[in-house]
């Protein structure tokens, strides 16, 4: 059934039941004036008897054929109550027709003599009243029932026109067509609501599906080197076996499907580390020494960085404390320190500050091939010939937005600059050091 029958219906319905109602009100209500007013004129007409009488004229002078009778009292016949009324309904042969008469009898003491003075006259019938109530419903409701299927078909064509071209634009929608849901602002709020919601939310599943495919796609690319490393090394080996090839030649093949191996670890840890960010499994936080845990991350880095002849300046302040789980803590200085020192220039340069307000990591490095804004996505490579897999920096996104930091990275004139900004955690830096400062072991996901 559509939507405006059930409307309709339901418009009818009630309607229905309310004029039922409004019928017995008004019946009670006429039937009640009716009975009131001729009561009060008859009484009054008794009245005007009984004063005649008082004043000495004779009640047949009075009567002439009038409806009233006038009986004189006995004394044990007197009433308590001043007045009666008596309503009768009976069948009149003369006329052939029920008919219902009302009776007004009061008492009065006239001169010392106790007379009933009774007056009665013909009213109209409840059945009558009733039948001229359900006569006019009947109308007023058969005109109503007529109006009100017009109007459903006719008006609602131009009420609802809105919602359903938002109908036929929504079932035309597919996500494959990678066509953004355009729809129109209609004038009623509801439907203007509705609208926006579904632009939002069509918008929403356009950007997820194309990030989920093209993750996929990366994901699929990136996996699928390293598999066919170790294909090529596999049949390498087992030709270097039958031709008895040297030992040389046979751990050089080893050592490449071991590296191979790694790589296909690495992306699955790190995978796995974004799946449970994403599944907030990192929610206990706990004091963190960022100053202590910076200088520790440094130093495990000083090998690496003698050997690529890089120099490093940093300018760390003292007794920095930050609410964060240790591990992302630990992962997070570890992949910006990791990718600054292997994107970096033979005899380049890191400079590393930390304040309370920020983390500014800067080093010398290639120009990237992509928009810096880029390389927070998830398998995006600064440079494509580069062996890292891409997800170190969405990673550390990952970590920032977990913990509401902001991250930016910036590349000029030859220098990288990433940006932490402690901005709505700034509650929690703390000055000086206490005792539940924990300083976790370095771990390192790129």
Same mark, same amino acid.
């Given at each position: 059934?559509?939507?405006?029958?059930?409307?309709? $219906?339901?418009?009818?319905?009630?309607?229905?039941?309310?004029?039922?109602?409004?019928? #017995?009100? @008004?019946?009670?209500?006429?039937?009640?004036?009716?009975?009131? @007013?001729?009561?009060?004129?008859?009484?009054?007409?008794?009245?005007?008897?009984?004063?005649?009488?008082?004043?000495?004229?004779?009640?047949?002078?009075?009567?002439?054929?009038?409806?009233?009778?006038?009986?004189?009292?006995?004394?044990?016949?007197?009433?308590?109550?001043? !007045?009666?009324?008596?309503?009768?309904?009976?069948?009149?042969?003369? &006329?052939?027709?029920?008919?219902?008469?009302?009776?007004?009898?009061?008492?009065?003491?006239?001169?010392?003599?106790?007379?009933?003075?009774?007056? !009665?006259?013909?009213?109209?019938?409840?059945?009558?009243?009733?039948?001229?109530?359900?006569?006019?419903?009947?109308?007023?409701?058969?005109?109503?029932?007529?109006?009100?299927?017009?109007?459903?078909?006719?008006?609602?064509?131009?009420?609802? @026109?809105?919602? %359903?071209?938002?109908?036929?634009?929504?079932?035309?929608?597919?996500?494959?067509?990678?066509?953004?849901?355009? &729809?129109?602002?209609?004038?009623?709020?509801?439907?203007?609501?509705?609208?926006?919601?579904?632009?939002?939310?069509?918008?929403? @599943? &356009?950007?997820?599906?194309?990030?989920?495919?093209?993750?996929?796609?990366?994901?699929?690319?990136?996996?699928?080197?390293?598999?066919?490393?170790?294909?090529?090394?596999?049949?390498?080996?087992?030709?270097?076996? $039958?031709? /008895?090839?040297?030992?040389?030649?046979?751990?050089?093949?080893?050592?490449?499907?071991?590296?191979?191996?790694?790589?296909?670890?690495?992306? %699955?840890?790190?995978?796995?580390?974004?799946?449970?960010?994403?599944?907030?499994?990192?929610?206990?936080?706990?004091?963190?020494?960022?100053? /202590?845990?910076?200088?520790?991350?440094?130093?495990?880095?000083?090998?690496?960085?003698?050997?690529?002849?890089?120099?490093?300046?940093?300018?760390?302040?003292? #007794? =920095?404390? $930050?609410?964060?789980?240790?591990?992302?803590?630990? =992962?997070?200085? #570890?992949?910006? &320190?990791?990718?600054? =020192?292997?994107?970096?220039?033979?005899?380049?340069?890191?400079?590393?500050?930390?304040?309370?307000?920020?983390?500014?990591?800067?080093?010398?490095?290639?120009?990237?091939?992509?928009?810096?804004?880029?390389?927070?996505?998830?398998?995006?490579?600064?440079?494509?010939?580069?062996?890292?897999?891409?997800? /170190?920096?969405?990673?550390?996104?990952?970590?920032?937005?977990?913990?509401?930091?902001?991250?930016?990275?910036?590349?000029?004139?030859?220098?990288?600059? =990433?940006?932490?900004?402690?901005?709505?955690?700034?509650?929690?830096?703390?000055?000086?050091?206490?005792?539940?400062? $924990?300083?976790?072991?370095?771990?390192?996901?790129?």
């Amino acid at each position: 059934m559509k939507l405006v029958n059930k409307f309709t $219906l339901w418009y009818l319905c009630i309607t229905l039941a309310a004029m039922l109602a409004g019928i #017995g009100i @008004a019946y009670y209500k006429v039937k009640s004036e009716i009975d009131e @007013a001729e009561i009060s004129r008859l009484k009054v007409y008794n009245d005007l008897m009984a004063q005649t009488m008082r004043n000495g004229v004779s009640p047949d002078t009075y009567l002439r054929g009038r409806p009233a009778e006038i009986k004189v009292l006995k004394q044990n016949e007197i009433p308590v109550n001043k !007045y009666e009324v008596y309503e009768h309904t009976f069948y009149n042969t003369m &006329l052939k027709h029920r008919e219902c008469r009302l009776t007004v009898t009061s008492y009065y003491n006239i001169n010392g003599t106790y007379y009933s003075i009774c007056s !009665y006259n013909y009213i109209t019938k409840a059945n009558e009243i009733l039948t001229g109530l359900a006569s006019s419903f009947i109308w007023i409701f058969s005109i109503l029932f007529l109006l009100t299927a017009l109007s459903a078909r006719f008006v609602s064509r131009i009420i609802l @026109a809105p919602f %359903n071209k938002t109908l036929k634009r929504i079932q035309r929608f597919n996500l494959k067509q990678k066509q953004r849901l355009s &729809l129109p602002v209609p004038n009623a709020k509801e439907l203007k609501a509705l609208n926006s919601f579904l632009n939002n939310m069509t918008d929403k @599943a &356009l950007d997820d599906y194309r990030a989920l495919k093209e993750f996929t796609e990366n994901a699929s690319h990136e996996l699928q080197t390293p598999l066919a490393i170790l294909r090529s090394k596999l049949e390498l080996l087992t030709e270097s076996y $039958l031709h /008895g090839k040297d030992v040389d030649t046979v751990m050089s093949l080893i050592c490449d499907m071991q590296n191979a191996i790694e790589k296909l670890s690495r992306i %699955n840890s790190s995978l796995t580390l974004l799946a449970k960010m994403e599944n907030n499994e990192y929610d206990d936080k706990r004091t963190i020494s960022l100053s /202590g845990l910076l200088t520790e991350t440094l130093n495990s880095f000083s090998e690496l960085l003698e050997m690529k002849s890089i120099s490093l300046s940093r300018n760390i302040y003292k #007794g =920095i404390l $930050l609410q964060l789980h240790p591990s992302l803590a630990d =992962i997070l200085l #570890g992949n910006l &320190l990791s990718n600054a =020192i292997r994107h970096n220039i033979t005899n380049g340069t890191i400079e590393v500050h930390l304040t309370r307000e920020k983390l500014v990591i800067t080093n010398t490095g290639l120009p990237p091939e992509v928009p810096t804004s880029e390389l927070f996505r998830r398998f995006k490579k600064g440079n494509k010939r580069s062996d890292s897999i891409g997800i /170190g920096l969405a990673i550390v996104k990952q970590i920032c937005d977990l913990n509401h930091f902001t991250i930016l990275y910036d590349y000029a004139n030859g220098w990288h600059t =990433i940006q932490i900004i402690f901005d709505e955690s700034i509650g929690a830096l703390k000055a000086g050091i206490n005792d539940d400062v $924990l300083t976790p072991r370095p771990e390192f996901l790129h």
